[in-house]
Each structure stands twice: as structure tokens, then as C-alpha cells.
């Protein structure tokens, strides 16, 4: 089992800029696909950003050129740098992980998840 734990979030005017962090316990394997959803009240999870087990980056059109992905070298530790941030950006953030190594942008294919840590940009 895989234990996630999110933190980093908070409120922010838009414009400004967050990093989430997300650090992972128990069974972990350097070619699980990793990365981020969110989702905001009334709204459908969303997938943000991802990492594959090859190191290969996908970032969601909403959200590209102004997110960075990124691991520790010790792939235990997820970072979401988030800059220029947007009031459609409120929402809370997940971290989430999966047993195979390709990105999936459907929720259902992950099988961890954190508790969430919660983001809100203000106008």
C-alpha cells in the first residue's frame, strides 16, 4: 500500500504563485505513474499534471507553460509548482499515484490518492 500525504496549499491573489508538495510512504515503486487532479465545488475531478514511470510529463491545456511537475531525486516527494495563478485554479488538489507507469487522465485509473490539500485564488 501506498500512503500520500499533500501539502502547500492555501489562498493566494491571482497572479501569485504556490508550490504543492506531496510526500509518499509504504510500498513505493520508481515506475508508478504519479501526478496531480483536482477538483472544485460542484465541478468533475480534473487531471492537472502527470508523471510516467519513464519520466514522461503531461500537463492539462488549462494549466500548461504556468504549472511545473516535478520529483526528488529520491522519487518519494511530488512538487507542483504553480505560478500565475487564476481564480478557476481554486479547487482542492489531489496527489495521486498508480501501479503501471503510463499517465492516465481518468481518475478512476489511479490507486492512491491523497487527502487533498485545498487552493484558492482570489480576484
Same mark, same amino acid.
Given at each position: 500500500?501506498?500512503?500520500?500525504?499533500? +501539502?502547500?496549499?492555501?489562498?493566494?491573489?491571482?497572479?501569485?504563485?504556490? %508550490?504543492?508538495?506531496?510526500?509518499?510512504?509504504?510500498?513505493?515503486?520508481?515506475?508508478?505513474?504519479?501526478?496531480?487532479?483536482? /477538483?472544485?465545488?460542484?465541478?468533475? %475531478?480534473?487531471?492537472?499534471?502527470?508523471? +510516467?514511470?519513464? /519520466?514522461?510529463?503531461?500537463?492539462?491545456?488549462?494549466?500548461?507553460? %504556468?504549472?511545473?511537475?516535478? %520529483? #526528488?531525486?529520491?522519487?518519494?516527494?511530488?512538487?507542483?509548482? !504553480?505560478?500565475?495563478?487564476?481564480?478557476? #485554479?481554486?479547487? !482542492?488538489?489531489?496527489?495521486?499515484?498508480?501501479? +503501471?507507469?503510463?499517465?492516465?487522465?481518468?481518475?478512476? !485509473?489511479? #490507486?492512491?490518492?491523497? /487527502?487533498?490539500?485545498?487552493?484558492?485564488?482570489?480576484?
Amino acid at each position: 500500500q501506498v500512503q500520500l500525504v499533500e +501539502s502547500g496549499g492555501g489562498l493566494v491573489q491571482a497572479g501569485g504563485s504556490l %508550490r504543492l508538495s506531496c510526500a509518499a510512504s509504504g510500498r513505493t515503486f520508481s515506475t508508478y505513474a504519479v501526478g496531480w487532479f483536482r /477538483q472544485a465545488p460542484g465541478k468533475e %475531478r480534473e487531471f492537472v499534471a502527470g508523471i +510516467s514511470g519513464f /519520466q514522461v510529463i503531461l500537463y492539462a491545456k488549462s494549466v500548461q507553460a %504556468r504549472f511545473t511537475i516535478s %520529483r #526528488d531525486s529520491g522519487l518519494n516527494t511530488l512538487h507542483l509548482q !504553480m505560478n500565475s495563478l487564476k481564480p478557476e #485554479d481554486t479547487a !482542492m488538489y489531489y496527489c495521486v499515484a498508480r501501479a +503501471s507507469s503510463s499517465v492516465e487522465v481518468t481518475p478512476s !485509473m489511479y #490507486d492512491y490518492w491523497g /487527502q487533498g490539500t485545498q487552493v484558492t485564488v482570489s480576484s
